[in-house]
């Protein structure tokens, strides 16, 4: 997965807990997270991938948890962001703070779902923005997201993350798609 993000942003690891594929019993769970209103399947899926990833000290060193950030729009539609959600469940296991107003979505253009490499990237250009300060101590944040497909959402809230002078970013999803 490092690979998507080579040459695009500072990236320290990154990894995803299983291949997503449309219609797969994965899929399934990514469905019912994102879509029908079971917030509660993603403490459950960021416990399930922290205890796994935790195995090869894919933490160590870690400071923070970003998750990718919703617009207040979207959030108030859905009631919950995804990303938030796995979050907790990999805070819950690793005691990494979470900081979910760092990144702040400005806006949300359209879904990323049927757009082509280029058309997702062109989709979430400028629309994350830096929104606030972070504790002195914390250097190196896990940016965490539900799948990843191209990275484009991921590198766009990332840019903004590299703001932060001296920081260093990791991420990790529950999917990461077939190319």
Not at 20 to 41: C, D, G, Q, R, V
Not at 80 to 93: D, F, H, L, M, T
Not at 127 to 143: A, I, M, T
Request: aromatic share 8%.
């Amino acid at each position: 997965m490092a690979k998507l993000f080579w040459g695009q942003i500072p990236i320290e690891r990154a990894a995803a807990f299983f291949y997503y594929e449309s219609h797969s019993n994965t899929a399934n769970i990514i469905y019912k997270l994102k879509y029908k209103n079971h917030p509660e399947i993603g403490p459950v899926m960021g416990r399930k991938v922290s205890v796994e990833f935790q195995r090869d000290n894919f933490f160590d060193g870690i400071d923070g948890i970003v998750p990718v950030p919703l617009t207040k729009k979207r959030l108030r539609r859905r009631g919950y962001n995804q990303s938030e959600e796995i979050a907790k469940g990999v805070s819950e296991i690793t005691g990494l703070p979470i900081f979910s107003n760092i990144v702040k979505r400005m806006v949300f253009k359209s879904s990323q779902t049927n757009k082509s490499r280029l058309g997702r990237r062109e989709n979430v250009e400028h629309v994350f923005e830096l929104n606030g300060e972070l504790p002195d101590n914390v250097k190196h944040l896990l940016v965490v997201d539900d799948v990843v497909t191209t990275g484009s959402t991921v590198i766009a809230c990332a840019h903004q993350l590299a703001k932060i002078d001296g920081i260093r970013i990791s991420v990790l999803s529950l999917g990461l798609t077939k190319r």
